[in-house]
């Protein structure tokens, strides 16, 4: 089956520093990959996708590629800001078939920046 | 409004009790999705409505767990006879288009306790 792994929290970064939050897939085929953001008291968000290997996605500054060779799809942002702390997930959802809209989600990486 | 509704926010209920969830997608979203949120965990996907359709259901843990969309917009997720397994965050997410993109939009949950 599908499954997201995702660097286990909590991530507490200074202002302007450099933030990688690692996440890696299993699964059958070839399937989109998604990396959503929930900010305090707010629902989750879409924050970038790729839907084929080598693909950047990238909002806001932030970055992730879709990597097939090593089935990753990390999250970077090269300066991050007080208003960057939320809870990141990454998730994927398969291309095509039986279930191809359900997505499948990590567990989630807590990021607080402090000033 | 602008986003996804969902009520109540918050609901304790003693165990054996049945609770009802209400989710009101975003005006003329197609797909409307229910998720199980734990604590510490990512969101896992329970059933999918596409219009008033239940197109998959499979992600429902047990028999005493229902959902409705009845005239394809609002939809309700029923528990019966709760037990305090059921104790999670429960999510609902809309898109406007058929699922299979999953660029959704999430409600703030309603966070269920059982007692």
Redesign the interface.
């Known amino acids: 089956g599908n499954s997201v792994t995702q660097m286990e929290g909590p991530v507490t970064l200074s202002e302007e520093a450099f933030l990688t939050i690692n996440c890696t897939y299993t699964a059958t085929g070839y399937p989109s990959l998604f990396w959503y953001v929930q900010y305090p008291g707010e629902g989750l968000q879409l924050l970038l996708k790729a839907t084929k290997a080598d693909d950047k996605g990238s909002n806001k500054g932030f970055e992730a590629t879709y990597r097939k060779e090593t089935t990753s799809f990390h999250l970077e942002k090269g300066s991050v800001q007080v208003s960057d702390s939320a809870v990141y997930f990454c998730a994927l959802k398969d291309a095509s078939g039986a279930g191809s809209y359900q997505l499948t989600f990590g567990k989630g990486t807590k990021l607080s920046v402090i000033p | 409004g602008a986003?996804?509704s969902q009520s109540p926010r918050y609901k304790v209920a003693k165990r054996g009790q049945d609770v009802a969830l209400r989710c009101d997608p975003i005006s003329g979203h197609v797909?409307l999705?229910w998720?199980q949120q734990a604590l510490?965990?990512?969101?896992?996907?329970l059933t999918?409505f596409q219009n008033e359709a239940q197109l998959?259901k499979?992600?429902l843990p047990s028999d005493r767990f229902f959902a409705e969309r009845p005239e394809g917009s609002v939809s309700t997720l029923k528990i019966q006879r709760t037990q305090q397994e059921d104790s999670a965050v429960y999510?609902c997410?809309s898109s406007s288009s058929?699922?299979?993109?999953?660029?959704?939009?999430?409600?703030?949950?309603s966070r269920l306790t059982v007692l």
């Open positions: 986003g996804v797909s999705f998720y510490g965990q990512g969101p896992e996907f999918y998959d499979s992600g999510l997410a058929s699922g299979d993109t999953g660029e959704l939009f999430f409600g703030e949950g």
